[in-house]
Nanobody
Framework: HVQLVESGGDSVQAGGSLRLSCTAS?????VGWFRQAPGKEREGVAA????????HYGNSVKGRFTISRINANETVTLQMDNLKPEDTAMYYC????????????????RGQGTQVTVS
């Protein structure tokens, strides 16, 4: 069993930045983030392979968010720049064998979530 521990959620003004972190000790496949706002569908944000290669991004965050993996198999960070009000959501760390799973489609593991609010 892998425990995913998220941190970094906060409230910021539009145009600001936040960095989310997810500790995924020893997980050897894709780790990523998805988000969900009240009344909206789940949306894949970003995912990355265990070695830090093969980043995937959702269309709405391309060019603004950057996912990276520090110390292979350990911490995954999501740098979020130029935040917009529509980025407001609960962000969940997720892990799975395929990128789509780490983007929230059918994750093998998921965290408890961290709230991001952009006003």
């Amino acid at each position: 069993h892998v425990q995913l521990v998220e941190s970094g959620g906060d409230s910021v003004q539009a145009g600001g930045s936040l960095r989310l972190s997810c500790t995924a000790s020893g997980y050897r496949y894709f780790v990523g983030w998805f988000r969900q706002a009240p009344g909206k569908e789940r949306e894949g944000v970003a995912a990355i392979w265990a070695t830090g290669d093969f980043p995937h991004y959702g269309n709405s965050v391309k060019g603004r968010f950057t996912i990276s993996r520090i110390n292979a198999n350990e911490t995954v960070t999501l740098q979020m720049d130029n935040l917009k009000p529509e980025d407001t959501a609960m962000y969940y760390c997720a892990a799975g064998v395929a990128a789509r799973d780490a983007l929230g489609f059918n994750p093998e593991y998921r965290g408890q979530g961290t709230q991001v609010t952009v006003s």
